[in-house]
């Protein structure tokens, strides 16, 4: 209350100041201020919020009897302090406009942009024509009453008697701005609502999202391979490592090797791939997708009856693509599953004697699922 007293002097001189009854607004609006915020120091109150209102709009907007109501619930958060608006719509018995404020550092800036946002919603620029609504009219008296008489009266007799303090001239420090309503306005619409009954909800709140940290990842799990020498399935296992570096961009590195699960054709050889993949990746929601590179070897192994010194092993080099979906377990755990296509350096034949048991081309296609530490 002794704050709302205290600026109610420099709200008066702020509305004498304003030009003569014959150029004030022809048509006002008027309504009802629910008001509910935390108990903190900053925060002020009904009072105060109402007079703060009164110059975003220039008249006392706030009346006990309008039909009208706004309501403002403010509610403190993580950084800062956030308002819940609800305000009437242009059409008479429309559901309330619902809408969250932008978080700001104090409770006391909080309630100016909430002043300027009601002003954005309810004033002159969001009605349908020149005059206002019939549910949110002010009475014509209201509308034909000089600015000095709805000034406050003086709270008590010895505030009144007291010296006169000097009053220095300074500009209405709630104008309304472009800037402002721009930084004001950022807030998020539960439901779309008339680009003229709010000219600026379309901003995007993801202008001022916080921006996302680097974060690191492990993982583990089984992979199949296809290629490595033969169409025939390669079992084994894969580790992973990487680094998230934005929402939508990451790049990791994976090792892995797998056996063939059994031999060639009836014949005792066994065959083998291991080697190292590098992935440029791309992340939307729960799929991405890779460009790997890949460096690794493809290795054949028998007995002397079939190879001189029982194995052989070739380079194979190559390049390739990535895709999967990543299931998210919580803030710590992810669940991926992938697919890859890899296109190497050279195909490889197994031959015994005249006899060609296998010609693999040049590709390998590999799946893998993997559980992924995030930290």
């Known amino acids: 209350m002794l704050r709302a007293r205290a600026i109610a002097p420099l709200l008066c ?44 709009f220039g008249y006392l907007v706030v009346r006990p009897g309008a039909p009208g109501v706004v309501r403002v619930d ?21 559901e309330p406009w619902r809408g969250v404020s932008d978080v700001q550092g104090t409770c006391r800036e909080l309630a100016y942009d909430v002043a300027t946002l009601v002003l954005l919603l309810l004033g002159p620029r969001a009605w349908p024509g020149e005059a206002p609504p019939a549910h949110l009219a002010a009475p014509p008296e209201e509308v034909a009453t000089s600015p000095g008489s709805i000034c406050l009266p003086a709270p008590n007799a010895e505030v ?56 690191g990842f492990v993982g583990v799990g089984p992979v199949v391979v ?29 090792g892995r090797a797998a056996w063939l699960a059994g031999d060639v054709k009836g014949n005792p050889i066994s065959t083998m791939t291991a080697g190292g993949l590098l992935g440029l990746c ?22 002397d009856g079939y190879f001189r010194g029982g194995s052989e092993v070739f380079l194979r080099p190559g390049f390739g693509g990535r895709a999967g979906v990543a299931f998210d377990l919580g803030p710590a755990w992810d669940l991926r599953l992938s697919g890859d296509v890899l296109g190497v350096s050279r195909g490889t034949r197994i031959v015994v004697g005249q006899t060609v048991l296998a010609e693999q081309p040049a590709v390998m296609v590999g799946t893998s699922l993997a559980l992924l530490r995030k930290f």
């Open 282 to 303: 791309g992340n939307w929601r729960w799929v991405f997708g890779c460009g790997l590179g890949h460096l690794g070897v493809v290795t054949v192994s028998g007995d």
């Open 160 to 215: 009144a008697a007291s010296p006169a303090a000097e009053v220095v001239p300074v500009p209405p420090p709630l104008a309304v701005t472009k800037a402002k309503a721009d930084r004001t306005l950022g807030i998020y619409v539960e439901r779309d609502i008339p680009k003229q009954e709010n000219p600026y909800a379309y901003d995007d709140p993801a202008a001022n999202a916080e921006k996302e940290p680097m974060r």
């Open 226 to 254: 296809f290629g490595a020498a033969t169409w025939a399935p390669a079992v084994g296992a894969s580790i992973t490592g990487g680094l998230r570096l934005h929402e939508h961009m990451s790049v990791e590195l994976e």
């Open 74 to 94: 403010v509610q403190k958060v993580k950084n800062g302090f956030q308002a819940e608006i609800r305000a009437p719509r242009m059409i008479e018995g429309a």
């Open 13 to 56: 001189l702020s509305l004498l100041a304003s030009p003569p009854a014959s150029a004030a607004p022809k048509h006002r609006i008027v309504f009802r201020l629910d008001y509910d915020a935390p108990p903190d120091a900053s925060c002020p109150d009904a009072e105060e919020v109402a007079l703060q209102m009164a110059a975003e």
